[in-house]
């Protein structure tokens, strides 16, 4: 009886059980789908939501999500995943099982781009790095858009340039340039003719993605020439799986009327891409606040403010295709810079005051004589791969810089008075120089323990030959080769440490050369006619080790830095074995070929702290050189190649050098803030014949006040009105022949914004620079020698139309 009781009662549970969940059932829903992109696939971890009631699920490895026991009053279904654009669908629940179809989201390829990428990683760059290291990106380019990228990048504190016209620079990164800075692009050092003031970077900056500066010295990561300092142009990365796009950009500056731009197209499949640009420029002479200007004590009338000749055309080209997988990467580039641009024609060659003035004015985009012509090929490869713990890198590059200077053949000294028609140079062809460069260099990363290890091994050959009636500098070989092992070490979350050591070599062969005209010499009262030796064959090895230790300590808002290195450069060409004129500083240069290899000690400290609403970044350093290179005017006068122009000597010095770099920046309210970005340099020699004085081209100390005020407007996007206010104090400090430069002040205007048109989105920016039309002198400037003010008022007007075909 109990039994039978007990078994009515299960039955009686077991009806009432499913008669609720067939009510249940009858008011709920199963709901699942699949979450992909069309660049990566499936999509993991993504937080799908359905409201009201905020009911989530997350995606799995498929990119597959599901729901049971949904109501069926739901009603829509949402996703926001970082790099994407929102993703809502509204619903409408009948069945008891829905099966949503495949949901593809868009990428938000510009936020991606300038916000996440680019900024967190400099961010993070500088918390675990010892080095002062500084990082733009390609929008911070072309809101500072100059003439040349190092002109766009002088906002940067401690950043300067040597520019010689509207459209060529090199960088000056702690008042070092020359070889003592380097240049690396896609991984590649760059090998121009760095030597000279005149030659600029053959660098296209509508190509530059993204640009690390390493203030100090970086001889260990590098190897010869980066004992000031290093350039690093990132490599664009890949594009995103099967899309096809590019971009447009055009500029236009009302000072030297430029106008051109850039046009990029890029694509990929699954793992095969290809990324190409061409970027075409055509400008002319260009304008400064002064109707004359003082050659050498001799007075310059300027026709409407212009530079007779110095205008110019550039034509860029670049290609790259690659092949991407999770632990393999293959990528091949190709570029080919070339540019032609006139030389300032009263401030060049023997016989400034013999220009034809009215020939030249005729035009402002002509280019006469003198003018240079430079081609710079670069091909490489990078290919990188993972071996277990181990991510190997290759490099393979070969560069040709071929750079031609045109002038008319002038005769000083014992030069025939009429050029040789049998002569090997064409009738014009001042000087020319042709290097090629072969490179290698093969890297592994891998980690132990709490060690993260790169080890490396680098080497490069050069061949250099000359060519043109008129010699400064001899052809040579050179052979460099380095070896190099870094470690940084994770202590804990709020310590990292880093060493570092290399051991270098390098050897450099230089040719005889002598005059392809007599020289009449008297010796002991008989005159004879000998084609004089201008240089010897000349052998050179140098061998170094330099070593590296820093260290990081990031508690929270406040980051501490400090690293204590030393850094060498080989002596190069030019300063053991010149022996001409050059013709850009009316001087006689002469080579050491005893010179030993320049050596370096730095000390560079930093501190950084970064609030809600304001940050603080202080870098100082103390620099020591216990043999410095320089350029030392001696008494003595040339009386065979030119006017009885004044010979310097390069010799070797101490040198002592300490300064340093204030970042700050404070947010007043939503949309306004403030920055002061300050440096100062201090150097002097400590030995030598030059003992006292500071070393060439010293940036003064200079601060620049900045506002920016970033509103929301409808229908627009990143919108900013920013007004800088730079003060550069007065520069006493200088070596003869230089001059003593005065205080100025000198204001820049821009603004900016993204405006979309449909489907396409339009970045707008517009600079005034020297919005006063000030008339200053920049000490830095290779015009400083003759006086030559800076540019007039500019203004530069760039857009840049994003577009993607396919996704």
């Known amino acids: 009886m109990y039994k039978t009781k007990l078994n009515r009662f299960r039955i009686f549970c077991l009806l009432f059980c499913f008669a609720v969940v067939s009510k249940t059932a009858a008011q709920s829903v199963r709901i699942s789908g699949k979450v992909l992109s069309s660049e990566r696939g499936s999509l993991e971890g993504l937080t799908v939501i359905i409201q009201p009631g905020n009911l989530t699920t997350i995606t799995d490895k498929k990119g597959h999500f599901y729901f049971t026991n949904i109501p069926k009053n739901s009603k829509s279904l949402t996703i926001n995943y970082t790099g994407y654009l929102p993703y809502e669908i509204k619903l409408s629940l009948k069945e008891s099982a829905v099966l949503l179809p495949d949901i593809f989201l868009k990428p938000d390829i510009k936020e991606l781009e300038e916000v996440v990428v680019t900024d967190h990683f400099g961010f993070r760059r500088k918390k675990e790095e010892s080095l002062n290291i500084e990082t733009v990106n390609s929008s911070f380019i072309q809101r500072n858009l100059g003439g040349s990228l190092m002109q766009s990048l002088q906002r940067i504190p401690g950043v300067k340039t040597i520019s010689i016209g509207s459209g060529g620079s090199k960088p000056l990164i702690r008042g070092l340039s020359f070889n003592q800075v380097i ?80 046009i990029n197209l890029f694509g990929r499949n699954e793992k095969w891409f290809f990324d190409t640009r061409m970027t075409v420029m055509d400008y ?45 990467k293959s990528v091949l580039y190709a570029s080919n810079v070339y540019s032609k641009s006139g030389f300032f024609a009263n401030a060049h060659g023997l016989e400034p005051r013999n220009v034809d003035t009215e020939l030249h004015d005729k035009s402002s985009r002509d280019i006469l004589m003198p003018f240079q012509e430079v081609t710079h090929t670069k091909i490489s490869n990078t290919t990188s791969f993972q071996i277990g713990n181990h991510q190997l890198e290759t490099q393979l590059g070969f560069q040709k810089n071929f750079r031609r200077e045109w002038s008319h053949y002038v005769n000083h000294g014992f030069m025939p008075p009429l050029y040789p028609d ?48 008129s010699f400064l500098i001899p052809a040579f070989q050179q052979i460099t080769a380095g070896l190099f092992a870094y470690d940084k070490i994770r202590i804990s979350d709020l310590w990292l440490l880093h060493g570092a050591v290399r051991l270098d070599y390098g050897k450099i062969e230089m040719e005889q050369y002598n005059d392809w005209f007599p020289s009449e010499i008297t010796e002991n009262g008989q005159t004879t006619s000998q084609y004089l030796k201008r240089s010897d064959d000349l052998n050179r090895t140098f061998q170094s080790f330099n070593w590296s230790a820093g260290v990081n300590y990031n508690p929270g808002k406040l980051a501490l830095k400090a690293n204590l290195g030393t850094s060498f450069r080989m002596p190069i060409a030019k300063e053991l074995a010149s022996n001409g004129v050059n013709y850009h500083y009316f001087r006689f240069e002469k080579g050491n070929p005893n010179l030993s290899a320049e050596r370096s000690y730095q000390l560079d400290l930093g501190m950084e702290w970064q609030e809600n609403k304001w940050s603080f970044q202080l870098s100082p350093f103390f620099n020591y050189f216990p043999n410095y290179i320089y350029l030392n005017p001696t008494s003595q006068h040339d009386i065979y190649y030119g006017a ?96 003593k430069t005065a205080s100025s002040n000198v204001f820049n205007f821009a603004l900016g914004t993204k405006l979309k048109t449909g489907k396409q989105d339009f970045i707008i920016s517009l600079q005034v620079q020297n919005l006063f039309n000030t008339k200053y002198l920049n000490h830095t400037s290779f015009y400083r020698l003759i006086e030559l003010p800076e540019a007039s008022r500019n203004i530069i007007l760039s857009v840049k139309v994003p577009f993607l075909i396919h996704q």
């Open 422 to 469: 049998d002569m090997y140079a064409p009738h014009n062809l001042e000087r020319q120089y042709d290097k090629e460069v072969f490179s290698i260099a093969i890297k592994d990363e891998f980690s132990i323990n709490k060690h993260q290890f790169t080890v490396g091994i680098n080497g490069e050959k050069q061949q250099n030959t000359i060519n043109g009636w």
């Open 284 to 328: 002319g002479d260009y304008r400064v606040p002064t109707d004359t200007v003082h050659a050498y004590n001799y007075a310059v009338p300027l026709y409407k403010n212009r530079l007779r000749n110095t205008a110019g055309r550039e034509l860029d080209l670049h290609a790259s295709t690659g092949y991407v997988s999770e632990k393999f």
């Open 644 to 739: 009885g122009n004044q010979v310097f000597e390069y010799e070797q010095s101490k040198v002592m050098r300490y300064g340093g770099e204030l970042q700050t920046r404070y947010q007043f309210m939503t949309g306004l803030s403030v920055e002061i970005l300050a440096e100062y340099l201090y150097s002097e020699q400590l030995s030598g014949n030059k003992k006292g004085y500071t070393l060439p081209f010293s940036p003064p100390a200079s601060v620049l006040f900045g506002m920016t005020y970033s509103p929301e407007i409808k229908n627009l996007r990143d919108t900013y009105f920013s007004l800088d206010y730079r003060y550069t104090a007065v520069q006493n400090q200088i070596v003869p022949p230089e001059k």
């Open 183 to 262: 240049v690396v692009e896609n991984g590649i050092k760059h090998e121009g003719q760095q030597w000279g003031a005149d030659h600029g970077l053959e660098i296209d900056q509508y190509a530059v993605n993204r640009v690390e500066i390493i203030k100090g010295p970086s001889s260990f990561m590098y190897g010869s020439d980066a004992i000031g300092g290093a350039v690093n142009i990132k490599p664009v990365p890949a594009p995103a799986k099967n899309t096809l796009g590019g971009s447009i950009d055009f500029t236009g500056k009302s000072n030297n009327e430029q106008f051109g731009g850039s």
